[in-house]
């Protein structure tokens, strides 16, 4: 087998990516995750805080995702650096914290909503494409656009994590010129009245804190496993929180700051509780509606590549001991079994995002406890490969399964604002747990 195909072959394994097989640089990273940020979701966070559709005003509204946005980036900056470091992903990072065993059911947890997450992400394109396509042509099939998208982006996945960044990196700054341009359809098509949103007293409470943490708790799942893309950046000789600081506050602010205020200004603009049905709504012509078909379908696929393809795909070789292109079937398979267009609609849904966020928050402050403060970033990776080292008790972490059970359950009755309960909660226990004398 020649050297380019061991390059690739490692890049889409369980194994350390050294830094010179890396096809992603602070740039392209940053790049990656514009694209990956540039989707509906984050645009219908802004239309549903601000007033009224919800209680916050344009300026809480603003604020709520400025704060969210940093919160982001801070612990994706903090919990990507042994990825960047090491080359490794982050279930085998979380062998330290979990043990062998114990990390496969982490992965687990975070795999539920990622793959949940592709099927909606692939349903909203789906829907969006249809509703596109009918106003413009009167005609399409929902069931025809969902299989379409979901076969392309597995495709393109099947190729491998190079092709994945390198199509996200090209991809961002076409996405990010139909945006500009959307803001600009937007102001002059539409009749924006701020005043109404912005004399709204909303509320800097409970109800705002409730809003921020909602947006924040929406990229739980990214936050958890940082380490699989931060593998994949070479920080050629620099400071490596450096490098990735720079990377993920641009990577991940711009963009998420553009969709909540592209949602804010599509709400105040139609009145439309969709931003799609919103945007069809503003469309002055039909160029500008194949121009929100080609956004659409591109915003989704890059969203769910980095998002909810790659993470579960890499965390199946080791839970199922089967290939990178196994992992892509089977997440793709699995997607079409959460039946979207069920899950998307219903009301369990958010119950269900709730509860995930209560696992994998105190998952996250576990994983940065055990690296930062206990291992003071200082990981022997052979012996985390050595599947004997980090056994621990059959596998398991006794405090990190602990921790993980009691954080969850501490999350789940503050549920609204779980991740400022449980994620110091469960960050102290961890520590205290540890600090006994337990060796597991």
Avoid at 156 to 161: D, E, M
Wanted: hydrophobic share 55%; net charge neutral; charged share 10%.
């Amino acid at each position: 087998m020649d050297n380019t195909n061991n390059t690739s072959a490692s890049r889409d394994s369980l194994q350390p990516v050294a830094e010179a097989q890396r096809p992603m640089t602070q740039s392209s990273y940053a790049l990656v995750f514009w694209s990956s940020g540039i989707i509906v979701q984050i645009m219908v966070i802004g239309l549903y805080l601000l007033h009224p559709v919800g209680a916050l005003n344009f300026v809480q509204v603003i604020v709520a995702g400025v704060v969210a946005s940093i919160l982001v980036a801070l612990l994706m900056t903090l919990q990507g650096h042994a990825g960047m470091r090491y080359g490794i992903p982050f279930i085998v990072q979380g062998r330290t914290a979990f043990g062998t065993q114990g990390t496969k059911v982490v992965a687990s947890l975070r795999c539920i909503p990622a793959i949940a997450w592709n099927g909606i992400g692939t349903w909203i394109g789906a829907l969006a494409l249809e509703q596109v396509t009918t106003s413009l042509f009167e005609l399409g099939n929902v069931w025809v656009y969902f299989f379409f998208l979901l076969i392309l982006q597995s495709l393109l996945a099947y190729r491998g994590v190079g092709t994945i960044t390198r199509f996200n990196g090209a991809m961002s700054l076409i996405i990010f010129a139909m945006l500009l341009y959307f803001f600009y359809i937007v102001f002059a098509e539409g009749n924006i009245d701020f005043s109404t949103a912005s004399e709204v007293p909303g509320s800097w409470g409970l109800l705002w804190i409730a809003g921020m943490m909602a947006a924040f708790a929406n990229w739980t799942t990214v936050i958890l496993n940082s380490s699989d893309l931060t593998r994949q950046v070479n920080p050629r000789g620099r400071s490596i929180l450096r490098v990735s600081a720079i990377a993920n506050f641009f990577g991940v602010i711009p963009p998420w700051l553009f969709m909540i205020l592209s949602g804010m200004l599509i709400g105040l603009a139609t009145g439309s509780t969709d931003p799609i049905a919103g945007l069809v709504e503003l469309a002055p012509n039909p160029v500008f509606g194949i121009v929100l078909l080609v956004f659409i379908i591109l915003a989704q696929i890059t969203s769910n590549l980095t998002l909810n393809i790659l993470p579960p795909a890499l965390a199946f070789q080791d839970i199922f001991k089967i290939s990178w292109h196994a992992g892509i079937i089977l997440v793709a398979v699995l997607s079409v079994v959460t039946a979207p267009w069920h899950l998307f609609s219903s009301d369990y849904f958010f119950k269900f995002q709730n509860f995930y966020a209560s696992f994998l928050g105190p998952a996250t402050a576990i994983m940065l406890a055990d690296y930062f403060i206990i291992r003071r970033t200082q990981l022997d990776v052979e012996k985390l490969y050595d599947n004997k080292t980090y056994r621990y008790s059959r596998g398991f972490s006794l405090p990190g399964m602990l921790s993980l059970v009691a954080g969850a359950v501490a999350s789940f009755v503050f549920l609204d604002y779980s991740w400022l309960v449980g994620f110091p909660f469960t960050l102290v226990l961890f520590l205290v747990v540890k600090k006994i004398g337990s060796n597991g």
